[in-house]
């Protein structure tokens, strides 16, 4: 085994551990990064800070910090009650700038959620919209003269049914189908492809005018995202020069572009930063030692042994691995710490699946003190220096709840910043 000496472990490389790599290179940190595929790749690209609450009414959350303080109040043990909203505030703006270092453009209305037009025909509630989509917000809230474009072949992605569902939230001038340039034999075509595609010049002039010749009056277009997959920027600042219109992404249904945008943006922005990444590999085991502890990282069988001053446990809940269930209950599986959930498994769910509170399943997770340092079957916390940090933690249900990214985000800034090494 190769042996590699680092003051912090991050394990897991979704949103919470991709954050809280980046504020640790920040301050200086040696960083080793691991994890498998995460939900990162099923992202639509925006970050979500709080988009409902409370959850059992569905309210749709306008001003999130006015909705913060309610939460606090009303679950004063979710994550969001250990911190205040300056902290939140500070790891959102660090963490855009990290964004920004990254390529990636976001926007962001102080105090107030976004909505943007989603492939279902909904408005996806939101904090920060990534460039791509922001033309699609003020579509919804100027009610600009609006075209929804789809390409022929494109599962799962219809936009005159967009425009029927959304006719009273949006504008609509027009909305049809048109053919992608060089795919027209092809009898499925994919986001991907066709986003590279867009990055050659000569496909984005063809791309264009079969654009106009749907368009009507439009002032602005949305089109499935796969507007480039690295050079979005350019793709649409051309587009839009074109067609003197504003283009904006609708996201496809996941997996998609968006998630690979961030995904590739940010291990390529951490690389350069110095962190080093170990991808598609995960830890295998973990001891304490005198310093730290000691990890054994690989695909199968143990590759590194890393050596680690600080460790933050970002492994998510079942869908990352980090949360496990058999017969017996259910485990955290790097560090095997106690895990918040019902005595009986039977309590695991309510009686009906679409029961509007959620169930019990989707709050477990870590219990940790108000730095999110994990706390064992004692009480007490585990180590100085072991932090849990995103969809881990429990007493919280981000999925319900329009809070994953934000929750990731704003606990990584917290526990960064309370290590001690
Ligand atoms: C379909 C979908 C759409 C979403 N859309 C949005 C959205 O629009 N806006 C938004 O804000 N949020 C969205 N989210 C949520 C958000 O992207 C995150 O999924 C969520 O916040 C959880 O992030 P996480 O980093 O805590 O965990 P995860 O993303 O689950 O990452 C866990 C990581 O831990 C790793 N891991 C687990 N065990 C080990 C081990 N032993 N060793 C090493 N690594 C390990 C995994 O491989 C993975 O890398 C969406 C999620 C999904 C699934």
């Known amino acids: 085994m190769k042996r590699i000496d680092c003051d912090l472990m991050v394990v897991g490389t979704g949103i919470a551990g991709i954050a809280a790599s980046a504020f640790a290179s920040a301050r200086g940190y040696s960083v080793v990064q691991t994890g498998m595929a995460t939900s990162l790749m099923f992202a639509a690209g925006c970050f979500d800070l709080l988009g409902v609450h409370p959850v059992e009414d569905g309210t749709v959350v306008e001003d999130p910090f006015a909705a913060l303080a309610e939460l606090r109040k009303d679950q004063p043990r979710h994550p969001y009650a250990k911190l205040d909203d300056d902290e939140i505030r500070s790891a959102f703006g660090e963490f855009l700038d990290f964004c920004g270092e990254s390529g990636l453009e976001y926007h962001v209305r102080e105090g107030r959620n976004m909505q943007f037009p989603t492939p279902l025909g909904t408005l996806k509630t939101t904090y920060c919209v990534p460039r791509t989509m922001i033309a699609g917000v003020r579509a919804v809230e100027e009610k600009l003269p609006c075209a929804l474009i789809d390409m022929q072949g494109l599962k799962g992605h219809s936009a005159q049914q967009i425009a029927s569902i959304l006719g009273d939230k949006l504008n609509v001038v027009a909305s049809g189908s048109i053919v992608f340039p060089e795919m027209e034999d092809n009898a499925e075509v994919y986001p991907v492809q066709m986003g590279m595609a867009l990055e050659n010049p000569r496909v984005r002039g063809i791309f264009a005018e079969r654009i106009r010749a749907v368009m009507g009056d439009a002032k602005v277009v949305g089109v499935p995202a796969m507007l480039g997959q690295y050079l979005t920027k350019d793709v649409m600042d051309d587009l839009d020069r074109r067609l003197g219109v504003e283009f904006f992404e609708v996201p496809t249904m996941p997996p998609g572009i968006p998630g690979q945008r961030?995904?590739?943006?940010?291990?390529?922005?951490?690389?350069?930063?110095?962190?080093?990444?170990?991808?598609?590999?995960?830890?295998?085991?973990?001891?304490?030692?005198?310093?730290?502890?000691?990890?054994?990282?690989?695909?199968?069988?143990?590759?590194?042994?890393?050596?680690?001053?600080?460790?933050?446990?970002?492994?998510?809940?079942?869908?990352?691995?980090?949360?496990?269930?058999?017969?017996?209950?259910?485990?955290?599986?790097?560090?095997?710490?106690?895990?918040?959930?019902?005595?009986?498994?039977?309590?695991?769910?309510?009686?009906?699946?679409?029961?509007?509170?959620?169930?019990?399943?989707?709050?477990?997770?870590?219990?940790?003190?108000?730095?999110?340092?994990?706390?064992?079957?004692?009480?007490?916390?585990?180590?100085?220096?072991?932090?849990?940090?995103?969809s881990i933690l429990a007493h919280q249900d981000w999925m319900r709840q329009k809070c994953g990214s934000g929750l990731g985000i704003s606990t990584a800034y917290k526990a960064v910043k309370a290590l001690k090494i």
């Not at 304490?288 to 600080?310: C, L, N, Y």
């Not at 460790?311 to 949360?323: D, P, Q, T």
């Open 262 to 390: 961030l995904k590739e943006a940010f291990v390529g922005a951490l690389r350069l930063r110095g962190v080093n990444h170990m991808l598609q590999k995960r830890v295998l085991c973990v001891e304490r030692t005198a310093e730290g502890f000691r990890f054994e990282v690989g695909a199968d069988w143990p590759q590194f042994e890393v050596f680690a001053k600080g460790a933050v446990l970002a492994s998510g809940r079942f869908l990352g691995k980090g949360l496990q269930a058999d017969r017996t209950g259910v485990r955290e599986a790097v560090f095997d710490l106690p895990v918040t959930q019902p005595e009986k498994r039977n309590d695991w769910h309510e009686k009906s699946f679409l029961d509007a509170r959620g169930h019990a399943m989707n709050s477990m997770g870590v219990e940790t003190d108000e730095s999110f340092r994990p706390l064992g079957a004692d009480g007490a916390v585990v180590s100085e220096n072991l932090f849990a940090v995103g």
